[in-house]
């Protein structure tokens, strides 16, 4: 706490009067800061950019440029053929990709909305952390949903356009209600996280000068603070925040129609919906994690706002949603193996001995065995490199989970003259693209937008004061919201 | 309520959708198109949209099936079988349907070349075709006739008979034809065997349409033997054209080809014992039957057989059961029984058994092919001893001239022969190559002949159906490049050159030849068609794809004979040492011996082993996991003459014993789509012949050795599905 | 004003299927095939199908649209091939699964000959229908095979194609990024079916043939109208050796397989 001293007169005195020895209750930050003084910290995180910075923006973006948009414009001008798709894996890691991005983006909103809804209050920090998570990811799952199509210059055609020979679009498809499902969700979750950036936009427009608060002036929307205005904006955010959810569960639910909705065995299952939304949430909650840890580290001042008291709330949820996900897997295997299909028996020997048995093997390890073992330990959960590490291994074992239902299910199918392994060759290096440009994104958001709703944390602060009741330090908690 | 906002979405989407798109397909590749140049000025015979049939005959085998050819605005489009021509009846095979892309093929001989003998490359010294047929004339006039040699593909067409006649009138020595099929067909061997047994040198017909039971000795008949698409529709009447009786096959052989899948047993045996187990069948059935074993299978030792040739006493019993109490039983020789050191003596035995059970003559037995029309004689092709005998003359300089003309022995013929070093030993030779095959491009001159679609003629058949057939051939398009048909250039060689050879072709063109050879079917009324002259009889010849009798011919053949003859097989499986293995060659079931530079035959999976494009060993996989060796390890093959490498195939229906490799790939010339692709397995077979002056191909001894590289082969199959491959097989 | 919407017209689901019977349909002997490829190399040639050379092929990216499988039962030395060879293309099933999942209408039902479509021009390349597919018989173009640099020759500067010229004009040439599939030689039903109609007549039984019956030297695989009775088809379909593929996932397909013996 040492740096923010000069921040915080007093605010160690406060924690030392308020708080008992490693009170899980820190993340209310019974240690108020002042208003202008807490603006000045975020402010300061974004500005402070070190020439680190510089040189992991500039390894990202040649990364995109390379990886992303040569490779992508590469495999335009060439074909598919560069990728590893084939008969019978005509998905690839493409479609990885997708669904990967897609259950990364579930974080935000589940952060950001339930965890609002709920009211719980360790979210503040880095709700707009997660909501970005949110926006970008999508953005890579678009990306990786375009990449994969053969003719991605005629992608169009899947809107309705008006046309001459009355040609729509078929409503019967999967693909196309995933297309509108996640056009909703880009559109929807934009609108929340943008919803909540106005105060904190308002406030950096305040405190900049130059191109800065040109920038900050158009997308503040002239947010005064007015009492109307704050009023108008929690409608808006309340409102978006109960209809963001079901768009949320059902967007990846959809996501899991493309796949269970189809006659090939492994894939055809009804307990997909709420598998998938719940896998997403999964590796959400891991990315969400790292960020948190990368954040932590590497911004100044973030050891203020993001404390170990949250990740060891964070780690809680973890652990909670890798119970959900490991009932969700037995429930899908079992069914599956039960139901003696010669087909699926087939698959299920498939991943249990084939070539990628690893990844199926390293995918329960990940995410259910691993999590179960050590989340339960307090000192990993408020460790932050732990729970990041945990949370990595969870995307890992997240991605292998997304591997396997996609390439590595398409090898079996009905017709075993055409078992064939997928083997992806251009797919690495637009995986490594979306990941490069994923981070690139946040890095610039990094520099640009405040990644701590300051006014939440005010806001927060303001509701849990501490009083003292008889002996004991009690925190209040007020119906501000 | 929700169906409003996600109206509002599309619309907000279709503005962002309609700008998207207007980005992508300007830099979407969409302008790259396939052109179809129309002509220029259209003939008269054709009308827009409207496709032109033309009847020929297929010239991808010898066999002779009749096509007929779509063309549209002067292209050919598509091969379709003639339902008129009795060999084939309307249907093709594969290299059949793929010879358009011999005719298309982007690498062929486009211009009469002076080649130099600068092999790889084809030479671009373009000569014209007044300085061609002046070479040829000039060859042939100018050297002594006993040192001029033709070498011909195996087809018995109007280019041979136009030679022979040109040979017979110089005093040269006959034409040879020639090719890797009749190689590995040892059809020597089975007209010499007809010849002692039936009385008659010809290929026999089998009719095992009619059989109930067919006993196939290696005989591939389903694949290339002899007339593939007969046979095959053959084998179909066989199983399902009578009610209530499906015929049953059996087929003894060491691996299982395409054929042997087909039949009901397959069983395997040491190559070279097909003639005793053929002697050992007689001896039981005649038992059976109750007659006492006449001569021919009187001093047979079953036990013994059973022992040499690793078929349990069981399999034989059983088998001779089903032929003694069969009806219509039927035993029929292949190319591997017959190409061994003992072949002459297997045929004998093989056709004494159909003998035995006295179905000469008969349906459902063993007939004499009758000949095509306008022969007189059975020609058959040269077997591998007069291929020697030639390259021994060419290597001692007794040949001056060499043309060469529909074979390519550079690749057909074992390297042992040496027909390399023959090559370099003959003064001049000129090659007529359509493509630029190893041959031409060893050549000293390349007169391209056209393309068979582009070119006229006859093919006469010589088996796979009891009637005589004479298939005709015509252009179906213009010649797409600068050649000339080889039969003009010798007409006009022969006339520049004047004095005899003038008179022996006194023609003014090829088509003008062609008709003074079929004039004399006019006379005849049992025929196809009937013309009354030979304008007429002509261009019906070409509607209808050629002249065949209208009924099948029946011949009476005596059995006695052929029981009378004391038959004595030698094993010629001898026994073999440690990692020693007996070879299998066998002439790839899609690519035939010409086809690997049509890329769609290449294509084409092989339908035992379904690789694509490449060739392989097949190797028993038990054999492989007691040598270490993987599927697609690559392996030498070393005989005492030479050696192969090719990637192993774990095959799991091969004798222990013996490997299997299929002939076709290996080329080093031969266009893009042949060139340095797998590997030729005549590299290490041996000069050794069987009586009839066959190569003893089969059974050959090799060692296996591992080269430590691994080259995967490309296969239709999944590895997974069929064999298990990191699923359910064995760790 | 009552408006009526056929659901079967618009393939809604759960609503009645077509008639069980279909229309065109295919009986394949396993007892004869063969396993000669000579259907594979008609159908390539009629159909205008790409080769994609030695390491796409392995790979899975073979265009046939026809294949045959083979698998082996038992071991060496009573190793066979289980049941025969197996033509497999497509079904052209009557309750298709590749049909509803296409996001752009590419896979559309034939009202008229109830065959499966494939509409090139339309297709976006998502490859679900073959993912669908549960007789894997679609093939998709991962590239432009036909123009590949390498199968031309360099004439006065500029590229050609020699084996350009032996395109069937009847069938479209599909450039890279669309699926494609077996459709019953579709130009020859309809050219049939033009000529018949000029003579004022029906199309009659065997009067015209799929190029890979054509060709068949067993004559294995018989085409006709499966609706009628008495046609060839309907009589080789119906003797009782017919089985057809994955029938318990009602997909209704047209295409019998008549076992072995």
């Known amino acids: 706490m040492a740096v923010l001293s000069k921040y915080l007169p007093g605010a160690k005195k406060a924690r030392e009067d308020h708080f008992e020895k490693d009170d899980p209750r820190q993340y209310l930050m019974h240690d108020p800061i002042p208003r202008g003084q807490m603006n000045e910290m975020v402010m300061e995180s974004m500005h402070a950019t070190s020439w680190k910075f510089w040189m992991v923006f500039g390894i990202l973006s040649v990364l995109v440029a390379v990886c992303f948009f040569y490779a992508w414009g590469y495999m335009i001008a060439e074909g598919l053929w560069v990728a590893g798709v084939m008969r019978p894996a005509y998905w690839g890691i493409f479609l990885v990709n997708t669904v990967f991005w897609i259950g990364i983006s579930h974080a935000g909103t589940f952060i950001s909305a339930i965890l609002r809804v709920f009211k719980a209050e360790f979210r503040r920090p880095f709700t707009r952390a997660a909501e970005l998570m949110t926006t970008f990811g999508l953005i890579q799952a678009g990306a990786s949903i375009f990449m994969h199509l053969g003719r991605v210059w005629l992608s169009y055609w899947m809107f309705p356009l008006p046309n001459q020979r009355e040609l729509w679009p078929n ?68 409102f978006f925040a109960f209809a963001i959810i079901p768009v949320m569960f059902s967007v990846h639910t959809i996501v899991s129609w493309d796949f269970a909705m189809a006659m090939r065995p492994g894939w055809s299952s009804s307990v997909f919906g709420p598998y998938f939304v719940l896998g997403a949430l999964h590796s959400g909650m891991g990315a969400v994690a790292i960020v948190l840890f990368i954040m932590r580290y590497t911004m100044k001042h973030m050891d203020y706002f993001i404390r170990k008291e949250h990740f060891d709330a964070l780690g809680k949820l973890m652990m909670m949603v890798s119970f959900t996900y490991a009932y969700f897997i037995f429930n899908d295997y079992i069914i599956q193996w039960y139901g003696g299909n010669l087909a699926t028996d087939n698959l299920l020997h498939w991943l249990e001995e084939g070539p990628m048995s690893w990844m199926f093997y390293q995918m329960i390890l990940f995410n259910i065995v691993i999590p179960f073992a050590v989340l339960w330990i307090p000192k990993v959960r408020q460790t932050p490199w732990l729970l990041a590490i945990v949370g990595l291994l969870i995307n890992i074992g997240m991605y292998w989970e997304r591997y396997i239902i996609i390439p590595v299910m398409l090898t079996i199918n009905n017709m075993p003259f055409t078992w064939k392994l997928y083997e992806p060759r251009i797919e690495i290096y637009l995986t490594i693209g979306t990941f490069a440009l994923f981070l690139l994104f946040y890095m610039a958001a990094s520099r640009l937008i405040p990644l701590i709703p300051v006014w939440e944390v005010q806001e927060g602060q303001m509701a849990h004061t501490m009083r003292k009741i008889g002996k004991a330090n009690v925190s209040t908690i007020s119906d501000f919201e | 309520m929700s169906e409003k906002i996600t109206r509002r979405n599309f619309l907000k989407l279709t503005t962002a959708g309609a700008a998207t798109a207007a980005i992508m397909t300007g830099c979407g590749p969409a302008s790259r198109y396939v052109t179809r140049e129309p002509y220029v000025k259209m003939p008269e015979y054709t009308y827009n949209g409207l496709s032109t049939y033309y009847a020929t005959t297929c010239r991808e085998c010898a066999a002779g099936c009749g096509i007929i050819v779509r063309t549209m605005q002067g292209r050919a489009i598509k091969v379709e079988g003639n339902p008129q021509n009795p060999i084939n009846l309307g249907k093709t095979c594969a290299r059949g349907q793929a010879t358009l892309h011999g005719l ?54 109007h280019l041979f008979d136009l030679v022979s006649d040109l040979t017979d009138a110089i005093g040269a020595p006959a034409p040879l034809r020639f090719s890797a099929l009749s190689m590995f067909e040892a059809r020597a061997t089975l007209s010499k065997a007809a010849e002692d047994l039936l009385g008659q040198a010809g290929l026999p017909f089998f009719d095992i349409s009619n059989a109930d039971v067919v006993v196939s000795f290696g005989a591939n008949f389903l694949e290339t033997w002899l007339s593939p698409v007969a046979y095959t529709r053959g084998y179909a009447k066989m199983r399902r054209s009578r009610p209530r009786t499906r015929g049953y096959m059996v087929h003894f052989e060491t691996q299982m080809s395409q054929t042997a899948a087909k039949a009901d047993e397959w069983i395997p045996l040491l190559p070279g014992t097909e003639g005793l187990v053929a002697l050992a069948l007689g001896k039981l059935v005649a038992q059976l039957r109750g007659i006492s074993a006449p001569r021919a299978f009187a001093s047979v030792n079953v036990q013994q057989v059973v022992e040499t040739s690793g078929v349990s006493m069981e399999q034989l019993t059983r088998v001779a059961e089903l032929i003694a109490e069969s009806h219509a039983p039927i035993a029929i020789p292949g190319g591997q029984a017959l190409g061994q050191s003992n072949g002459l003596a297997a045929a004998e035995a093989i056709l004494a058994l159909n003998a035995l059970v006295d179905n000469f003559g008969q349906p459902g037995g063993v007939s004499l092919s009758p000949l095509a029309p306008n022969a007189g004689a059975y020609h058959r092709p040269a077997n591998a001893q007069e291929m020697s005998d030639l390259i021994a003359k060419m290597k001692s300089g007794k040949i001056k001239v060499l043309f060469i003309h529909g074979v390519n022995p550079l690749f057909e013929l074992p390297q042992s022969f040496g027909f390399a070093e023959a090559l370099h030993a003959t003064p001049t030779v000129i090659s007529f190559a359509t493509f630029p095959d190893e041959t031409a491009l060893t050549s000293d001159y390349i007169f391209p002949d056209h393309h068979g679609l582009e070119s006229w003629g006859y093919q006469r058949s010589q088996t796979g159906v009891m009637q005589s057939v004479l298939s005709g051939s015509q252009p179906v398009v213009a010649p797409n490049y600068n050649t000339r048909a080889t039969a003009d250039v010798f007409i006009e060689a022969a006339r520049l050159a004047g004095g005899k050879l003038a008179q022996a072709l006194p023609f003014a063109d090829e088509v003008e030849f062609i008709q003074s050879k079929i004039e004399n079917l006019i006379a005849r009324t049992d025929g196809s068609f009937i013309a009354p002259e030979i304008n007429a009889f002509s261009a019906y010849f070409q509607q209808h794809g050629g002249w065949w009798a209208s009924s099948a011919e029946s011949d009476s053949l005596s059995a006695a004979n052929a029981l009378g003859k004391s038959l004595n097989v030698s094993s010629a499986a001898a026994s073999i040492g440690e990692n020693e293995f007996f070879f299998l060659p066998f002439v790839s079931p899609t690519l035939g011996e010409a086809g690997a530079n049509k890329p769609w035959l290449q294509e084409l999976p092989d339908p035992t082993t379904t690789v694509m494009w490449n060739t392989w060993v097949a190797m028993n996989p038990e054999t492989a996991r007691e040598l270490g060796i993987e599927n697609d390890d690559v392996v030498r093959i070393v005989s005492e003459v030479g050696s192969v490498e090719a990637s192993v195939y774990k095959y799991p229906a091969i004798h222990p014993n013996a490997v299997a490799m299929p002939f076709g790939q290996g080329h080093t010339a031969y266009g893009r789509f042949a060139a340095g692709r797998g590997a030729n397995p005549t590299d290490v077979l041996a000069p050794s012949f069987n009586e009839a002056g066959d190569l003893a191909f089969a059974g050959m001894k090799v060692r296996i050795e591992k080269t430590g590289k691994q080259q995967p082969l490309s296969r239709l199959e999944s590895r997974i599905g069929v064999y298990g491959e990191g699923m359910y097989e064995e760790k | 004003m009552q408006m009526t919407v056929d659901l079967n017209r618009v393939g809604a ?43 796409d092929a392995g790979y899975g990216r073979t265009q046939h649209w026809i294949r045959i499988e083979r698998f082996w039962e038992g071991a060496y030395p009573n190793v066979k091939i289980a049941g025969g060879y197996q033509p497999m293309m497509c079904q052209q099933c009557g309750h298709a699964p590749c049909e509803p999942v296409c996001p752009v209408f590419a896979t559309p039902h034939s009202d008229a000959e109830q065959l499966n479509l494939q509409v090139y021009n339309r297709c976006i390349g998502t490859r679900y229908c073959a993912n669908n597919c549960p007789y894997q018989a679609r093939s998709f173009n991962w590239r432009d095979y036909h123009t590949m640099p390498e199968r031309g020759n360099m004439v006065n500067g500029k590229l050609v194609f020699p084996l350009h010229n032996q395109f069937n004009p009847d ?16 130009q020859r039903i309809h050219k049939a079916q033009d000529k018949a109609k000029s003579e004022g007549r029906e199309v009659m039984d065997g009067e015209f043939a799929p190029a890979c019956a054509q060709a068949c030297p067993a004559d294995a695989i018989t085409f006709g109208r499966i609706d009628h009775k008495d046609s060839l088809v309907s009589q080789r379909s119906n003797e009782g050796r017919g089985v057809k593929h994955l029938e318990d996932l009602n997909t209704l397909p047209r295409v019998t397989y008549l076992k072995e013996g």
């Open chain 3, 171 to 186: 069938v479209t040439v599909r450039r890279r990024g669309v699926m494609e599939k077996c459709t019953f030689c579709i």
């Open chain 3, 13 to 55: 689901k759960g609503a009645i299927a077509e008639a069980a019977e279909g229309k065109w349909g295919m009986s394949i002997d396993r007892d004869l095939c063969t396993g000669c490829q000579a259907c594979v190399a008609a159908c390539a040639m009629e159909n205008n199908i790409s080769f994609v050379g030695e390491e």
């Open chain 2, 104 to 157: 298309y093929n982007p690498d062929r001989v486009e211009n009469p070349v002076r080649q130099g003998r600068s092999a790889p490359q084809l030479s671009t010294a373009q000569v014209s075709w007044d300085e061609a047929i002046q070479t040829v004339s000039d060859a042939l006039s100018k050297t002594n006739a006993s040192e001029v040699a033709f070498l011909m593909g195996t087809a018995p067409d």
């Open chain 1, 171 to 238: 409503f019967h498809s999967p693909l196309m209600w995933d297309l509108l499902a996640i056009t909703t969700y880009v559109l929807g979750s934009t609108m929340y996280l943008y919803l909540p950036l106005i105060p904190d936009l308002a406030m950096a427009r305040d405190r900049s000068t130059g191109w800065r608060k040109t920038f900050y002036r158009i997308l503040a929307l002239g947010f005064r603070g007015t009492e109307g205005e704050w009023r108008h904006l929690h409608t808006a955010m309340n």
